[in-house]
T-cell receptor
């Protein structure tokens, strides 16, 4: 594909439901990042993968958040027992390498928790 | 923790003028500083990267400066056009955090005809 794709684009969940958000990075990109963007704010780092290894998950806000990238390409961000404060846009980005490389962002998944 | 401030939430200028956006940071000095453009409903798009040992970088109508003494970056768009209207995000890379970017909240630029 030409760029990073994410699905679904929009997700509405009832409080307490589990959700799974998918990211398809650019083929061949080693690094993959997840960010959370609240309305009117800049993206906030959640977690980072280098191939299939999750090297940094310090930004995950709670143990309800879990991310994986089992084969070093597609990644899934899972949120268990969603809360209203989880409502945000979740952005995925990939880059050829981690350091001093531009990051290519997907369009994001807008999650609304009712 | 790293704190990044972008000068204002909104900037309105007339077409043809130069837009200047400011990014100030505290605490750690970044190894790299990046600027992104974000349109409504879309993900950020990379524009420019400048390293700590570089004073200035240019790309077409865009210019970025980096002053590590002032802990500040300026982002200029010359001969602005209505199509430049978007939110511009400043992002810091500390160089030791595996590519993690610290973003400011962005400045919404509106260029009116």
């Amino acid at each position: 594909g030409a760029g990073v794709s994410q699905s679904p684009r929009y997700k509405v969940a009832k409080r307490g439901q589990d959700v799974a958000l998918r990211c398809d990075p650019i083929s061949g990109h080693v690094s993959l990042f997840w960010y959370q963007q609240a309305l009117g704010q800049g993206p906030e780092f959640l977690t980072y993968f280098q191939n299939e290894a999750q090297l940094d998950k310090s930004g995950l806000p709670s143990d309800r958040f879990f991310a994986e990238r089992p084969e070093g390409s597609v990644s899934t961000l899972k949120i268990q027992r969603t809360q209203q404060e989880d409502s945000a846009v979740y952005l995925c980005a990939s880059s050829l390498e981690a350091l001093n490389n531009e990051q290519f962002f997907g369009p994001g998944t807008r999650l609304t928790v009712l | 923790s790293q704190k990044i401030e972008q000068n204002s939430e909104a900037l309105n200028i007339q077409e043809g003028k130069t837009a200047t956006l400011t990014c100030n940071y505290t605490n750690y000095s970044p190894a790299y500083l990046q600027w992104y453009r974000q349109d409504p409903g879309r993900g950020p798009v990379f524009l420019l990267l400048i390293r700590e040992n570089e004073k200035e970088k240019r790309k077409e109508r865009l210019k970025v400066t980096f002053d590590t003494t002032l802990k500040q970056s300026l982002f200029h768009i010359t001969a602005s056009q209505p199509a430049d209207s978007a939110t511009y995000l400043c992002a810091l890379d500390r160089g030791s955090t595996l590519g993690r970017l610290y973003f400011g909240r962005g400045t919404q630029l509106t260029v009116w005809p």
